[in-house]
């Protein structure tokens, strides 16, 4: 069975809540059979791309959260480690009852009255929580512990392991099926024009005054390259998807759950997903309140795509990488030979606007916001201008600098 039906809910939440919530009752009753459930609440929110959670409520009146993350076309067949990554020293919230069979991946647990990260850092930039600084502390001390944690974790992996790893779900493998699936052979809607999708490929591109030195066929070519799952290297325990919405934001500090993609990987490949989306994706999860405020336009100069835009990731988001980048990555590449570290960590972060959502999706996203998101897949893939590099390569280059 593959998780159409759990995608489908996934969709419908935001559309016909009431018939997803009956369908996600029909679901938990089959296959969780000795829970006596009552009701079902679905909590539709932005930061729900590929999963869906709620709360369901037992008849003896006792609550519950639940949550599950969808993958349409995924290939990876082992997914949740929890046990794993406790083991390892991660606050994670373990599950009450958890199925983990391929198409019905579904954790349940005791209910959870902390906010994510997510919705907190939300509150925060639109002024109705003040309490960034105690964020701030949060965010940095729990990254000083994730060091701890991948530094007694840190061991070599063997290609036919890492070949395994369900992390890879999110970066290589959605590199084959959903890249088809959303861009070959289409068109690409952009403001007052449409390009063919190939056509794009072939582009150069200057973004606010910095050159790009490939073009966007070549760094997903070299993406493709260079996130191989089969390679013999370094590996560590990690969450693989600690996103700030899959974290929370307690009077203990930040802990995790959701360990969908949990396991043994690659900690390029773990720190991905938090360094783009907690950053430079606002407009992914909000995109019809950050088109109303964005400036973009466009030009073509022969082969290359001009594009000026004033978005910028706030003060808050900024924090975001800066605790990753001192307390982790600094301190992972001065202890470890990672290679070419720098082109690797952003062939894995090309994914993260490329492939969690289409952003050929006009429904979804408006033209400017489409455009943007292609920015942001070209300032993440590829190398700028180091005379005039973007904030990403001056922060690779500073965490670069850290090791001599």
Known sequence: MDDNRLAHIQRLQFTDRSTAESLTASFIAEVFPHLEVAGVRLRPSAVSLNSFNGLLTLRDGRELFFKTHVEPGGIVGEYYNAALLAEAGYPVIRPLFASTEYGKQFLIYDL??????????????????????????????????????????????????????PVQQLFYHRLGTRYQQFYEGKEFQLPDAVIGWEELLVLRWRIN???????????????????????????????????????????????????AFGGRHHPLLDLAKPLFHNVSATWMYHPQEVAARLQIKWRREGDQMVVEHNYVPSALRRMFFESKLNHVLKPLIQQIDLGDWQRYLKSALLC????????????????????????????????????NPTQLDRWLAEAQESRQ
């Open 112 to 165: 959870i009255v902390s906010p994510s990260v997510f919705e907190v850092a939300r509150e925060i930039e639109a002024g109705t929580r003040s309490d960034q600084q105690e964020l701030a502390d949060a965010q940095n001390e729990a990254d000083r512990l994730l060091w701890q944690i991948y530094a007694k974790t840190l061991a070599r992996q063997s290609a036919q392991d890492a070949s395994k790893v």
């Open 352 to 387: 993260c606007p490329l492939l969690t959502m289409n952003l050929a999706d006009r429904d979804r996203f408006p033209a400017e916001i489409g455009l943007l998101g292609l920015c942001y897949v070209v300032e993440m893939g590829m190398d700028s201008d180091p005379n």
């Open 209 to 259: 005054g910095v050159e790009f030195d490939s073009t966007l066929g070549a760094a997903i070519d070299r993406a493709r390259e260079l996130l191989t799952p089969a390679q013999e290297g370094w590996s560590v325990v990690g969450h693989g998807d600690a996103h700030n919405g899959n974290v929370f934001f307690t009077s203990e500090g930040l802990i995790y759950f959701d360990p």
